[in-house]
């Protein structure tokens, strides 16, 4: 890493990598036969206060799952969303 800031990015990282392991987030585990695991990349951002100084640095540990192929690494999708009407009348009938 060659920014001026590297050490507080190597800082953020540690601190990022530190709250995977203490919310065991994930776990490791040998790979199957013939399936590639999904890639992974650093995310970096400078938090401004409202004066516009530097008051934090951000990394995030972020899936490449945009490089996954369906019907090859993927099979289905999805995503389970609540119609906002539904929980509006849930609401009321528990009220």
Same mark, same amino acid.
């Given at each position: 890493?060659?920014? #001026?800031?590297? %050490?507080?990015?190597?800082?953020?990282?540690?601190?990022?990598?530190?709250l995977? %392991? *203490?919310?065991?987030?994930?776990?490791?585990? =040998? *790979?199957?036969?013939?399936?590639?695991? #999904?890639?992974?990349?650093?995310?970096?951002?400078?938090?401004?206060?409202?004066?516009?100084?530097? +008051?934090?640095?951000?990394?995030?540990?972020?899936?490449?799952?945009?490089?996954?192929?369906?019907?090859? =690494? #993927?099979?289905? +999708?999805?995503?389970?969303?609540? #119609?906002?009407? *539904? @929980?509006? @009348?849930?609401?009321?009938?528990? +009220?």
């Amino acid at each position: 890493m060659s920014d #001026i800031d590297s %050490d507080k990015w190597l800082e953020a990282m540690k601190f990022e990598m530190d709250l995977i %392991d *203490s919310n065991q987030v994930w776990t490791l585990v =040998d *790979s199957p036969k013939g399936v590639k695991p #999904i890639g992974c990349k650093w995310v970096y951002k400078r938090k401004l206060g409202a004066d516009g100084e530097v +008051t934090a640095f951000k990394a995030r540990l972020m899936a490449k799952g945009y490089t996954q192929r369906p019907g090859v =690494d #993927i099979e289905e +999708t999805y995503s389970p969303v609540a #119609i906002t009407k *539904s @929980i509006r @009348i849930l609401f009321a009938i528990a +009220t």
